[in-house]
């Protein structure tokens, strides 16, 4: 998505540059670095203003000037994606922030020539690049645009809920999403961070028609992709009793807990959980004591709560499961309409999401 990433001093000395490992360029990058210096400064000195960006016929040229140190420094960003300036303009003051910040001494001082010393900031910037999204972006475009299972990629603004940048092959319901995905997003990262101490790394919606909506929080934006499946099994699933009689089980959980104390669980499952929606615990098999983690169940009503209206508001449909991946372990909530199944298991095991959905499938299965 960025073709040209270069960083000169007001001489047009060519500081650093980077491109990604698809680049065809010609590698003059000497050659365009004293060109946009040369525009630049006539810009400055002939209209009194610096140049924010230049659109040539395929090309997007971002520029940025930082003025605080002694060497004067201009940044530039090129894309051939105009849907994507928005959110190029952050990556270009994250990456000015980082880089002045990392060689402050060496550029509040006259220029000497010596500009091996800054290619150590490749790191930076693939840790920037990441960190907005970008490292996934190009395929995850080819994946939609070939028709496969991957629908929609969004990269969403984490507090605001401002969408940077959309492609997708099937109806998204912007303002929706950028409402309800920050909101989910801050209950699971409570739940996680204050009940188990471990960072949020993913969260998983599956509605019973196996639509799919996978966030990823990353440092400066959320990703948040659409999955669907081919198999549906929403009339199957809305056909089960837990879904006709709205308290019928809750009444005798004797006879809702035998149906689960039968069942054949998945070794991947580390313990379960039967919760009512006022987050009573009524069933429990803990299999792996190492995972004990009985006191935070009930909490977790309150996200499949929410997750339940993000898959209604969204897609209209019936949520299937919600799951959360921490850093070590990860919590499935299956829907059984007036009460949930709670599974917890370790996150390397419960790694994608076609695996979380066939263990719950399995599940849906033999209660059928």
Not at 36 to 48: D, M, P, Q, Y
Not at 166 to 191: C, E, T, W
Not at 209 to 237: D, G, H, K
Not at 292 to 301: A, K, L, Q, V
């Given at each position: 998505?960025?073709?040209?990433?270069?960083?000169?001093?007001e001489?047009?000395?060519?500081l650093?540059?980077w491109?990604?490992e698809?680049?065809k360029?010609n590698?003059?990058d000497?050659?365009?670095?004293?060109?946009?210096t040369?525009?630049?400064?006539?810009?400055?000195?002939e209209?009194?203003?610096?140049?924010?960006s230049?659109?040539?016929k395929?090309?997007?040229?971002?520029?940025e000037?930082?003025?605080?140190?002694?060497q004067?420094l201009t940044?530039v960003?090129?894309?051939k994606n105009e849907?994507?300036?928005?959110l190029?303009?952050?990556?270009?003051?994250?990456?000015?922030e980082?880089f002045?910040?990392?060689?402050?001494d060496?550029?509040n001082?006259?220029?000497?020539?010596?500009?091996?010393?800054?290619q150590?900031?490749?790191?930076n910037v693939?840790?920037?690049i990441k960190?907005h999204?970008l490292?996934?972006?190009?395929d995850?475009?080819?994946?939609i645009d070939e028709?496969t299972s991957l629908k929609?990629i969004?990269?969403?603004e984490?507090k605001?809920g401002n969408i940077?940048?959309?492609?997708?092959?099937?109806?998204?319901?912007?303002d929706?999403?950028?409402?309800?995905?920050?909101?989910?997003?801050k209950?699971?990262?409570?739940?996680y961070?204050?009940?188990?101490?471990?960072k949020?790394?993913?969260?998983l919606l599956n509605t019973?028609?196996n639509e799919?909506?996978?966030?990823?929080p990353?440092?400066m934006?959320?990703?948040?992709?659409?999955?669907?499946?081919?198999e549906?099994?929403?009339?199957?699933?809305l056909a089960?009793?837990?879904?006709k009689?709205?308290?019928?089980?809750?009444k005798?959980?004797?006879?809702?807990?035998?149906k689960?104390e039968?069942?054949?669980w998945?070794?991947?499952?580390?313990?379960i959980?039967?919760?009512?929606?006022?987050g009573?615990?009524?069933?429990s098999?803990?299999f792996?004591a190492t995972?004990?983690?009985?006191?935070y169940i009930?909490?977790t009503?309150?996200?499949?709560?929410?997750?339940?209206?993000?898959?209604?508001?969204?897609?209209?449909?019936?949520?299937?499961?919600?799951s959360?991946?921490g850093?070590r372990?990860?919590?499935?909530c299956?829907?059984f309409?007036?009460f949930?199944?709670?599974l917890i298991?370790n996150?390397?095991?419960?790694?994608?999401?076609?695996?979380?959905?066939?263990?719950c499938?399995?599940?849906?299965?033999?209660?059928?």
């Amino acid at each position: 998505m960025i073709d040209d990433l270069l960083i000169m001093n007001e001489s047009g000395a060519l500081l650093y540059n980077w491109h990604p490992e698809s680049y065809k360029g010609n590698g003059k990058d000497d050659l365009l670095s004293g060109f946009l210096t040369a525009i630049n400064s006539f810009a400055t000195v002939e209209r009194g203003e610096d140049i924010k960006s230049l659109k040539l016929k395929e090309t997007q040229i971002i520029f940025e000037k930082y003025n605080k140190l002694f060497q004067k420094l201009t940044f530039v960003i090129t894309t051939k994606n105009e849907e994507l300036i928005e959110l190029l303009h952050a990556v270009i003051h994250d990456i000015m922030e980082k880089f002045t910040h990392l060689f402050v001494d060496s550029l509040n001082k006259k220029f000497d020539g010596l500009v091996s010393q800054y290619q150590i900031f490749g790191k930076n910037v693939k840790e920037i690049i990441k960190s907005h999204g970008l490292d996934i972006l190009n395929d995850s475009i080819k994946n939609i645009d070939e028709g496969t299972s991957l629908k929609a990629i969004i990269l969403l603004e984490p507090k605001g809920g401002n969408i940077f940048y959309i492609h997708a092959k099937q109806y998204v319901n912007k303002d929706k999403i950028s409402f309800l995905i920050p909101l989910i997003l801050k209950s699971a990262q409570l739940l996680y961070q204050n009940n188990l101490n471990e960072k949020l790394n993913w969260i998983l919606l599956n509605t019973a028609r196996n639509e799919n909506l996978l966030v990823e929080p990353r440092n400066m934006i959320l990703v948040v992709r659409q999955y669907q499946l081919l198999e549906s099994f929403e009339e199957e699933f809305l056909a089960l009793e837990f879904f006709k009689d709205k308290d019928k089980y809750l009444k005798k959980p004797k006879k809702l807990t035998e149906k689960f104390e039968s069942l054949e669980w998945d070794p991947y499952i580390k313990q379960i959980y039967l919760v009512d929606l006022m987050g009573k615990v009524f069933f429990s098999n803990i299999f792996d004591a190492t995972y004990d983690c009985s006191d935070y169940i009930p909490e977790t009503i309150s996200f499949l709560t929410s997750s339940k209206k993000v898959s209604e508001e969204i897609y209209n449909r019936t949520l299937f499961n919600a799951s959360i991946g921490g850093e070590r372990l990860a919590t499935i909530c299956m829907n059984f309409n007036n009460f949930a199944l709670t599974l917890i298991g370790n996150t390397r095991d419960f790694n994608n999401f076609e695996f979380i959905q066939a263990i719950c499938a399995n599940i849906y299965e033999k209660l059928k």
